[in-house]
């Protein structure tokens, strides 16, 4: 199957705000948070980077991991009370990638 261009620029659009989380790892804001704060936030935009290779090559990992880098994203932004505009955009914007991406879920190759 060809990948559709929305598929296409969802990927691309995970690429670049893997570009722009990933330096926030290191951030005074995250490091004072708490000790394992700054881990756990790399672990999940390292999720966030796999699971758009895993879109970018149609498979159903890579929205299964989608999935669950949003809800432990948007857990952690809860528990540290990070719950700007920017987080209610975001969230706005995954939902609805996600509502397209599980349009294409039946299509998507189920092997590794």
């Given at each position: ?31 004072k948070l708490g ?16 699971a758009c290779v ?16 949003f809800f432990a ?40």
């Amino acid at each position: 199957m060809k990948r559709p261009t929305i598929i296409s620029i969802i990927c691309i659009f995970g690429f670049l705000s893997v570009l722009y989380t990933f330096p926030q790892v290191f951030s005074p804001g995250i490091k004072k948070l708490g000790l394992f704060v700054p881990a756990l936030y790399g672990i999940l935009v390292a999720g966030s980077f796999i699971a758009c290779v895993g879109l970018w090559y149609l498979k159903r990992w890579g929205l299964q991991l989608y999935l669950m880098t949003f809800f432990a994203k948007v857990l952690f932004n809860l528990i540290n009370e990070q719950t700007g505009v920017a987080f209610y955009i975001n969230t706005l914007i995954s939902i609805t990638f996600i509502i397209v991406l599980l349009r294409y879920y039946p299509k998507m190759k189920p092997n590794l």
